[in-house]
C-alpha cells in the first residue's frame, strides 16, 4: 500500500479515468467447484483477523499472503494462517499469480485505493464496509466495478442474515402494507474512563516497524503518530466514526428490505458527549434520512448505555417488523433477539404474528461460493454504493450542522475531488 507519490485527488482521476475506459484485466484462473481457493488480505489488524478466522471456518479455502504496513500484522497473520507469505506493499501481493481472491481489511481511507487496484490486477474481491471514505471513492468504485467481470462482495453481514430474507418476504406479500418510518439504533457502553474504540499502542509500534507514508495514503506528510496509526477511527481524516462502522450495516438492512434508493436529504445531530478523550468522531448521534416516495429512516446512536442493544422496526399501516439483537426486555431483564411480525388490527384484523425462522448463511461462505459460480453475492457493489452514500451524507449534515440535500452532497464530492 505504498503510495508516496500519488495524492487522493490524483487517486481519483486516475481511478476514474480507468473506468471510463475499461479496466484491463490480468487472466483469472477458472476455478471448478472443487478447486481450492486462494485468498489474500491486505490489512491483517483487529477487523482483518476476525475475517481470517470467518474465512478459515469455509471449506476447501487457503490463505496465501498477507499485506500489511504494520511488521507486526505479519506475525499475527502467521498465527492463523501458518506459512502465509507477508509483504508490506499491497501491490506486491496483488502481483502475485496464486492469489485468487483478495480480502480488504484497511482503514477506511485506504479502502477506495484496494479496492479499484484489486479489479485493476484481475483479483475477485471482498471489501470491508463501509465501502468508502467518501462519496467521491464511492462513485468511483462503482463505476470501477461496472466496468469489470471481478466478483465483488462488500462487508455487510447482515446482507447474508435470515432476518433480510424473512423482512423482504414479508414486505413482499403485502403484510407490512405502506411503510413510512423505520426507527433503528445502536446502543453500547464501557465502564466510564474507558472510552469506545480507545486502543493501547503496542510497544513495537515505531517508526521503524510501520510504513508511516503509505498509511497516510496520500493524506497531508507529518511525523509518525502511533496512537493515530493505531487509533484511527477516533479522526475524521481517516475515518467515518460510528456511522461508517455500525449505521452503515443497518442502513443498509433496511435500504435492502425496501429496496431504497440513495437518500434524498440527511440530518445529525449529536456530539462528543460520553468522554472527553480528544476523538473528533461523535459518540452520540442522531440520524434522520428522507427517501423518495415518502420514507424517513431514523438511526439513534450512544457510547453511554447499551440497555436497548441494536434494532429496526419497520412502521407499515398493515404491520410491524422489528429485529432486535440483544436488546433487554424491561420485564423479565432477559435479552431478546430475532425478528418478528405483528399485525396492525386497522388493516389486518385477522393476521397473527409471525416469528422469523430463517437461518443466517455465512456471508465469507457466499463470497467463496460465487467466486467458484461466478454469481452476484448477497451484499454487491450497489448496496455497498447506496449506504455508502447514506453514511456520507449524514456526517456531511453533522459537520456542516445544516441539512443536506442529495444534489449538495453530490457537488461537494465533486469539487473536492477536483
Not at 469489470?148 to 462487508?155: E, N
Request: with cysteine; net charge positive; proline share 4%.
Amino acid at each position: 500500500m505504498n503510495q508516496k507519490g500519488i495524492n487522493r485527488r490524483d487517486f481519483l482521476k486516475q481511478a476514474t479515468a480507468g473506468a471510463a475506459i475499461g479496466l484491463t484485466l490480468k487472466p483469472a484462473r477458472v476455478l471448478g467447484a472443487n478447486d481450492r481457493v486462494r485468498l489474500g488480505i491486505i490489512g491483517a489488524g483487529g477487523r482483518g483477523q476476525e475475517l481470517m478466522k470467518e474465512f478459515l471456518r469455509v471449506p476447501n479455502i487457503e490463505f496465501v499472503t498477507v499485506a500489511d504496513v504494520y511488521k507486526r500484522r505479519h506475525d499475527e497473520a502467521a498465527r492463523l494462517a501458518p506459512g502465509i507469505k507477508p509483504v508490506t506493499d499491497h501491490r506486491r501481493l496483488l502481483d502475485m499469480k496464486e492469489v485468487d481472491a483478495v480480502i480488504v481489511a484497511t482503514p477506511l481511507h485506504c479502502h477506495a485505493r484496494h479496492f479499484v487496484d484489486a479489479i485493476a490486477a484481475g483479483k475477485d474481491l471482498y471489501s470491508e464496509k463501509t465501502m468508502t471514505w467518501s462519496i467521491d471513492e464511492a462513485e468511483t468504485c462503482r463505476q470501477a466495478a461496472l466496468k469489470s467481470d471481478r466478483v465483488i462482495t462488500i462487508g455487510l453481514q447482515h446482507q447474508s442474515s435470515g432476518a433480510l430474507t424473512d423482512a423482504r418476504t414479508w414486505l413482499k406479500d403485502g403484510l407490512v402494507g405502506k411503510v413510512t418510518q423505520v426507527e433503528s439504533w445502536m446502543s453500547r457502553n464501557t465502564p466510564r474512563g474507558q472510552a469506545q474504540w480507545v486502543r493501547k499502542v503496542p510497544s513495537d509500534c515505531t517508526a521503524d516497524n510501520v510504513d508511516w507514508n503509505a498509511f497516510l495514503n496520500g493524506r497531508k506528510a507529518r511525523p509518525f503518530d502511533p496512537y493515530k496509526f493505531i487509533n484511527w477511527r477516533l479522526y475524521w481524516e481517516f475515518s467515518g466514526g460510528n456511522v461508517t462502522e455500525n449505521m452503515i450495516h443497518q442502513i443498509a438492512f433496511i435500504m435492502r428490505a425496501l429496496d431504497l434508493p440513495v437518500p434524498s436529504a440527511a440530518y445529525m445531530s449529536g456530539g462528543v458527549f460520553s468522554e472527553k478523550d480528544g476523538r473528533e468522531v461523535p459518540d452520540t448521534i442522531a440520524v434522520t434520512l428522507d427517501y423518495p416516495n415518502d420514507v424517513v429512516v431514523t438511526w439513534q446512536s450512544t457510547f453511554n448505555n447499551k440497555y436497548y442493544g441494536l434494532g429496526e422496526r419497520f412502521l407499515g399501516t398493515h404491520g410491524t417488523i422489528e429485529r432486535l439483537m440483544g436488546a433487554t426486555d424491561m420485564v423479565s431483564g432477559k435479552s431478546q433477539s430475532g425478528i418478528r411480525y405483528y399485525p396492525e388490527k386497522d388493516n389486518r384484523p385477522d393476521g397473527v404474528a409471525i416469528t422469523g425462522q430463517t437461518r443466517d448463511p455465512s456471508h465469507m461462505a457466499n463470497f467463496i461460493e460465487c467466486v467458484r459460480s461466478r454469481k452476484e453475492p448477497n451484499a454487491p457493489v450497489e448496496i455497498g454504493y447506496r449506504s455508502a452514500v447514506a453514511g456520507h451524507m449524514a456526517n456531511m449534515a453533522y459537520r456542516r450542522k445544516q441539512r443536506i440535500s442529495l444534489d449538495e452532497a453530490i457537488q461537494s464530492a465533486r469539487a473536492s475531488a477536483g
